[in-house]
């Protein structure tokens, strides 16, 4: 069943596709990014020294192919703020929001996190050999960022999830979904010392809002994507 949108600006340009493809890109990749270090025994949050050294010297041509994949993710990542950005501003600006910028900021912010987790992975796979083993104070700066980035990714959570809605974009299983994920990343963000401090249970919330997080995008994209008319036709969604 269709509904039209009627806050929604529509341009004939195809950037709106361009986005929603983005959107789904930079799921994908970032899924792949995992599926390349995660089955060879990728350190979690708080795991020791002693098998984080052991990972890093053994498998450093693996973190060097997951790093390959980033940058292209980031720059997806931003391709799909800006579309979402361009179709909800229009209506927020004349009713005074702002909760897209929220998230646009939320992604730009989680892209520039990352970019420093990654820099860690990178600098351990360099430096670490297995006699000399990986740096304690390097890892615990990349498990610090790599938790805490869920507070940037539940900005965008529940900038864009909101402007969604009010649009008339999303769904609301989908602002559900999007405000879920966000509850759990910024939970595990909030409770990053004890995170950080030892491997456990606790690491499972950013786990499971990051899981909803890819889901959510893929969501995204494909209404961001579907939306996107030919010159002259009103944007609906199915």
């Known amino acids: 069943m269709s509904r039209h949108i009627a806050e929604v600006s529509a341009s004939p340009t195809g950037f709106h596709r361009i986005s929603g493809l983005a959107a789904v890109g930079f799921a994908l990749m970032i899924v792949l990014a995992n599926l390349i270090v995660v089955p060879a025994g990728q350190p979690t949050t708080g795991t020791g020294i002693a098998e984080v050294s052991e990972f890093f010297a053994a498998e450093r041509d693996l973190v060097g192919l997951s790093a390959a994949l980033t940058p292209a993710a980031w720059v997806l990542a931003t391709l799909f703020g800006a579309g979402s950005f361009a179709v909800l501003w229009p ?128 969501g995204y994209g494909i209404t961001l994507y579907r939306l996107a008319p030919a010159a002259g036709e009103t944007p609906s969604t199915a």
């Open 91 to 218: 209506a927020e600006r004349r009713r005074g929001e702002a909760w897209s910028l929220l998230g646009m900021a939320g992604l730009l912010l989680q892209n520039a996190t990352f970019a420093a987790v990654v820099a860690c992975r990178l600098a351990l796979a360099t430096a670490t050999t297995p006699t000399d083993g990986a740096s304690p104070w390097l890892w615990a700066l990349h498990d610090a960022l790599f938790t805490l980035n869920g507070t940037f990714l539940a900005l965008a959570l529940v900038g864009l999830s909101v402007a969604g809605l009010r649009a008339g974009l999303l769904r609301p299983w989908q602002h559900t979904l999007g405000l879920g994920a966000a509850a759990l990343l910024f939970t595990s963000a909030t409770l990053a010392w004890l995170v950080v401090d030892h491997a456990g249970p606790l690491g499972l919330l950013g786990l499971a809002g990051w899981l909803m997080w890819v889901v959510w995008l893929i």
